[in-house]
């Protein structure tokens, strides 16, 4: 059991016919967790965890904690992560929280990370 933090890119779902004929859907989560190398991961979930992810804005921040799960396949191995619990911090998403924060007196850089308050000159007014 293991957890990744990060932003919520996207959530796609695919109706499908398992070989012995029975439907069943395949889920792909994709979350984008700002790290330097591969920074996007792709996580298959359950249905609880579909019903919530539908209800979220693309973008929203979070943790997901998931299960690594490893399938053999006429002789080769597959490994894939499996989301069994999602906790959005925010329904807000990261653009509006920088902008939120830009109206407050800070700036994001051209990665749209934020920085330090602007500051003022002694010779201009402030703006409150």
Same mark, same amino acid.
């Given at each position: 059991?293991?957890?990744?933090?990060?932003?919520?890119?996207?959530?796609?779902?695919?109706? !499908?016919?398992?070989?012995?004929?029975?439907? +069943?859907?395949?889920?792909?989560?994709?979350?984008? %967790?700002?790290? =330097?190398? &591969?920074?996007?991961?792709?996580?298959?979930?359950?249905?609880?965890?579909?019903?919530?992810?539908?209800?979220?804005?693309?973008?929203?921040?979070?943790?997901?904690?998931?299960?690594?799960?490893?399938?053999?396949?006429?002789? !080769?191995?597959?490994?894939?992560?499996?989301? +069994?619990?999602?906790?959005?911090?925010?329904?807000? %998403?990261?653009? =509006?929280? &920088?902008?939120?924060?830009?109206?407050?007196?800070?700036?994001?850089?051209?990665?749209?990370?934020?920085?330090?308050?602007?500051?003022?000159?002694?010779?201009?007014?402030?703006?409150?």
């Amino acid at each position: 059991m293991s957890e990744l933090k990060g932003k919520f890119i996207k959530f796609e779902e695919i109706d !499908k016919t398992s070989k012995a004929g029975k439907a +069943y859907k395949d889920r792909t989560v994709l979350i984008d %967790t700002d790290d =330097q190398y &591969n920074p996007i991961v792709a996580c298959s979930c359950n249905d609880k965890v579909a019903e919530y992810l539908k209800a979220q804005p693309y973008g929203s921040v979070g943790t997901f904690q998931y299960n690594i799960r490893s399938n053999e396949v006429n002789g !080769k191995w597959y490994t894939s992560l499996s989301i +069994y619990r999602v906790d959005i911090s925010a329904t807000a %998403t990261m653009e =509006q929280s &920088n902008e939120q924060a830009s109206q407050n007196g800070f700036g994001t850089n051209e990665k749209g990370d934020l920085q330090e308050p602007m500051s003022y000159k002694d010779d201009e007014s402030l703006p409150f």
